[in-house]
């Protein structure tokens, strides 16, 4: 199945009637690799698609999975508002947390393996160490990694609960420390919105949650869930659309983060892939001089050869090719040049090591 027809079967759920048996099969392996398939199934439930029985148990399975996973993400957000709430410091819930706790569209059907809180920086101390007492422990060991976190990254090593097994990723800043634009955290902490019900945790403003789904689409160099971010984005975007001063506060925001480049991208992106009702004038302000735009361009057309979902997760080379140049492009973003030789190689020789047994048995990568 191409990209346009998942597209517009996702777009259009009441079309998928028309699926043969073994079209069936095509799209649902498509949207499962594409990290979709809560999302598909979400919406064949509500627009009350008849399906056949095959496809629905997979559907189903999906359907039920993404609800017990938000069940448990409101039960981790309570656990983590208990424990943090003593610091006395505020609690931003970010990406997938956020949009189910904050009750958005792009919430509905969604998976996700993890938790992503955003405190401000001079908190870490008394933040860690609280969540340690709460059961939650490191999962980097290695003093390498442990490094490459606090001194380099935007968040602290990812955390564990000892007993229910859920991640934590709390972080001080939406980009790394290295990184070449530098978004105002403190910005985002200060323009949040307490979620009802709880003492520490918060929501971001609208403007500043689209910005970082955003910015993590267009930083993050693994691409294999980037049709369900974008779908993410879509959905945020679409629920604003009608705002006659919304646009304009979304490009006020992107340029106070430094982020206008990656937010002109990803509209690109979301009118592009989903036909998102993007204003062509926010486009053009946040791309800029001629130049630039047509960077952003390539760009955006590099995302499209990549963006390209198959059943069997194998895309073509042509795909292979614009991810992989999409992922050196991350890194460049992420450090400059010396200190990313310098980490890649010293995660290079980790790996060989690893691989010949004379390295730590339980050292995973950052």
């Given at each position: 199945m191409n990209r346009a027809s998942l597209l517009e079967l996702l777009k259009h759920p009441q079309r998928t009637?028309?699926?043969?048996?073994?079209?069936w099969t095509e799209f649902i392996a498509t949207a499962r690799n594409a990290n979709l398939l809560g999302k598909l199934a979400q919406r064949l439930h509500a627009a009350?698609?008849?399906?056949?029985?095959a496809p629905l148990r997979h559907l189903e399975g999906a359907r039920l999975l993404s609800e017990r996973q938000h069940h448990s993400v409101a039960w981790e957000a309570q656990c983590i508002d208990a424990t943090l709430a003593q610091t006395g410091e505020p609690v931003v819930l970010l990406k997938g947390a956020a949009y189910v706790l904050g009750r958005k569209a792009a919430g509905v059907g969604r998976l996700f393996g993890d938790i992503d809180v955003l405190v401000p920086p001079g908190s870490l101390g008394k933040v860690e160490i609280r969540l340690m007492a709460g059961g939650w422990t490191q999962m980097k060991s290695e003093a390498y990694d442990q490094r490459y976190y606090r001194?380099?990254?935007?968040?602290?090593?990812?955390?564990?609960h000892v007993r229910r097994g859920t991640v934590i990723d709390v972080h001080h800043t939406i980009l790394p420390l290295t990184a070449r634009s530098h978004p105002d955290a403190d910005a985002i902490i200060a323009?949040?919105?307490?979620?009802?019900?709880?003492?520490s945790l918060r929501?971001?403003?609208?403007?500043d949650l689209i910005i970082h789904s955003m910015c993590h689409l267009a930083h993050e160099g693994e691409l294999h869930n980037a049709l369900r971010d974008l779908d993410d984005i879509d959905s945020l975007l679409r629920e604003h659309a009608d705002s006659p001063d919304f646009w304009d506060r979304l490009g006020d925001r992107a340029q106070l983060h430094d982020l206008a480049a990656p937010v002109a991208l990803c509209l690109m992106l979301a009118r592009q892939f989903f036909d998102t009702p993007v204003p062509e004038s926010l486009v053009l302000r946040l791309a800029g001089a001629d130049a630039d735009a047509a960077a952003i361009r390539r760009l955006a057309g590099l995302y499209d050869a990549a963006i390209v979902p198959d059943p069997e997760g194998r895309p073509p080379l042509r795909s292979l090719a614009a991810q992989l140049l999409i992922y050196i492009r991350s890194h460049w973003?992420?450090?400059?040049?010396?200190?990313?030789?310098?980490h890649l190689s010293r995660k290079a020789w980790q790996r060989l090591s690893l691989a010949s047994g004379a390295g730590p048995k339980n050292e995973q990568g950052a």
């Open positions: 009637t028309a699926l043969s048996p073994s079209g009350n698609v008849s399906v056949p029985a001194e380099w990254m935007h968040e602290l090593p990812p955390m564990i323009h949040s919105k307490p979620l009802p019900g709880h003492r929501i971001p403003c609208d403007e973003l992420r450090m400059p040049p010396r200190l990313l030789v310098q």
